[in-house]
């Protein structure tokens, strides 16, 4: 999953990447990437059963996409909107704090709709210049109708998220990477006085915003430094600060919950692993994110929760009270479900 981290100079948008992506990253042409292991304590309890040669947690990769323009400008360059249409989940970081090199007084719903406007704008401006050729060319069918309703909504000034289309509503507009379709996390970066400040209460709650959107609240500077202890250290940094976890951990669950993804597991002696997928997909396309041979020679899928080998303690017990399954090539992959792909090629 790459999640880009868009922001107006000012924001801190370099302090939060810092904070979501401990120990900076790549620089790639100019751009950030940093990646981060994604916590889940299933991945080690299966380590401790089956002592495997390592251990492999689902991945985020943080795309810095640089700077975004001004608040009163709202203009995006070109190489901002081509990383914002690399990543798969944008991250709006919004300035809640006061800063001396920024005229303009700290406003977070201002921001906010001036960034969402913009991607609106941007989308807009693509599928206008789509609908005009199609009519000079007087092209009918689904995908100008499509077009059309898109561009219908844009003009209410509501992004595409918003919009429902089906399935193959959505395939006519294959290729074309709109950006007001991609979910968003609005992610207030508060001072150390507003996060400590009742009134901010609503913002630091994790919260769905529209449709395929989420906001949340981090006080960066703080969870900045939270990431550059060592584990030990932040333990007791967050104790004393009476927080649970660092707010990456949170801003992790959130980004997946929002593109729906869950994770089936691989154990054995090698590796136990974490193979993040969208919700719903078959045994068959799962059995292709371990590798395409595998998809190509599905045979079954033998599989198991889980929350069963955690209660039942090791696969032979497992098998000896009937819990282990084999599955066909159309079965629907479940969060936590332990899985052994038989294939041949």
């Not at 210049?129 to 995908?143: A, L």
Request: net charge negative; glycine share 10%; hydrophobic share 35%.
């Amino acid at each position: 999953m790459r999640v880009g981290l868009c922001g107006y100079p000012g924001s801190g948008k370099s302090t939060v990447f810092s904070a979501l992506s401990p120990g900076g990253g790549a620089d790639r042409g100019g751009v950030s990437y940093g990646n981060i292991k994604v916590p889940d304590e299933r991945i080690d309890k299966l380590a401790d059963i089956f002592d495997p040669k390592k251990k492999v947690y689902a991945e985020i990769t943080f795309i810095d996409v640089g700077g975004v323009g001004r608040p009163d400008s709202g203009a995006f360059s070109p190489e901002v909107v081509q990383n914002m249409r690399n990543a798969d989940v944008l991250v709006h970081v919004v300035r809640g704090f006061d800063n001396p090199m920024i005229a303009k007084d700290t406003d977070i719903d201002r921001d906010h709709s001036l960034f969402s406007e913009e991607l609106v704008l941007l989308d807009l401006c693509i599928l206008e210049r789509r609908q005009d050729r199609w009519r000079r060319e007087q092209k009918k069918g689904m995908e100008v109708e499509i077009n059309d309703r898109c561009v219908a909504h844009l003009e209410e000034g509501e992004p595409l998220r918003s919009l429902e289309l089906s399935e193959a509503e959505m395939d006519t507009l294959q290729g074309i990477q709109m950006l007001s379709m991609k979910p968003l996390i609005t992610l207030y970066n508060l001072s150390e006085e507003a996060w400590e400040d009742p009134g901010f209460a609503e913002k630091r709650e994790m919260s769905e915003s529209g449709t395929n959107g989420l906001s949340m609240a981090i006080c960066g500077s703080i969870e900045a430094e939270i990431a550059s202890l060592d584990p030990e250290d932040q333990a007791e940094f967050l104790e004393g600060l009476g927080l649970g976890e660092p707010a990456r951990n949170v801003f992790v669950r959130g980004a997946f919950r929002l593109l729906d993804l869950i994770s089936f597991l691989t154990a054995g002696p090698d590796e136990c692993r974490a193979w993040p997928i969208r919700r719903g997909l078959i045994a068959r396309k799962a059995a292709g994110k371990v590798h395409s041979d595998i998809e190509r020679g599905f045979i079954r899928a033998e599989t198991y929760t889980y929350s069963d080998l955690i209660e039942h303690g090791s696969e032979a017990a497992l098998k000896s009270v009937g819990k282990i399954r084999l599955e066909g090539k159309e079965y629907v992959v479940q969060d936590g479900d332990v899985i052994n792909f038989r294939f041949n090629v």
